[in-house]
């Protein structure tokens, strides 16, 4: 028979992630120090605030001293909006325009990369609703992704923007180059956005900020930070050593997880699904409760664990929920497994696991599962 107690109690996982508000907190501010004092601040908490929480990681923001922040879906602002957050929000790919009313009620800025889709999002608008459509214009200037080009698509923009219930919040471009060795493309970049900005000006429409720059971008070339900077992986710690702003930046994400069982085993075993490890001498191999269903995919074979202080490669095969590492000597169930931050004087970061796969810092945070649990500090 289950007892009420057992049936209300919520089972823990061993494996959890704990996020350091404050250390969020204290980077906007070390960050904002280190940009023009004119420029607005944007805090970039799409994907669950790269991984951290979205609505921890844009309290966070915004009490460090962001003006606004920015997502990548509606769906993401909704969840922000509904959380109680009430500070501009923009989002940075186009919506379906059938919900830019949607948008409307609830106060978020959008993107608008093309007259066609301006003039559809229009087309869905209340005419009773007072709430104006509030959207950033998004310009390609060499970055191939999203925005306008050509003059000729500017042009076909303005009357829609002219609209009474349109209000053109921003312009804004990004950069392909910006943590790049040659700075070549990023001039160029720049010099296609004060083109562009030409045109806008000449038709007279007034955004009411002009931005270009993300973390790398702002960090590196402050002269870059124009009416607002855009920032995201620096604000949950990540930033090449090169442009570390002065103070440093946290990291704010910390993943550990226990052992669940230490075996000895004879040379010539092996460990993990296809054979894929062979002991090369006989040693102690630990079981961790985490795999790729967490987030800890198959490309960080190789990569290491901190365990009583020392590193510990994974070996075999990452699992769906389980991975092996090779230990230093017999370890309890139940050691301490830091797979992401510090243990007695040694760390191992996001970046260090980003290079291992040949990605950036932010991919290894965002890749964290729900079914890994977040714990607020
Ligand atoms: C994600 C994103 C950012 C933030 O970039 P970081 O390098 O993480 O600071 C800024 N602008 C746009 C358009 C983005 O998509």
New binding site residues.
Partial sequence: MRTPALQRAEPRRDTRAEVDREAIRSNVRTIRAAIPASAAFMA?V?ADG?GHGAIAAAEAGLAGGADSL?V?FLSEALQLRRGGIRAPILV?TPIPPGEAPIAAEWDVMLTVASAAWMAEARSFKNPYSPAKIKVHVKLDTGLGRLGLRERGEWEALVPLLAARDVSVEGA?T?LAT?GGKDTAYVETQIRRFREMTGWIEASGIRPRRYHCA???AALRFPELAMDMV?????MYG?CDPRWMPPGGLRPALRLTSRLVQAKYVAKGERIGYDNGYAMDESGWIGTVPIGYADGWGQGLQGADVLIEGNRCPIVGRIGMDQLMVRLPRDCPAGTTVTLIGEEAGDCITCAELADRIGSVP?EISTALATRVERMYK
């Avoid at 855009?230 to 620096?234: D, Q, T």
């Fill in positions: 970039v799409k790269y920015a990548a940075l804004y990004h910006a993300g973390s790398a855009r920032f995201g992986a620096a990540f932010q």
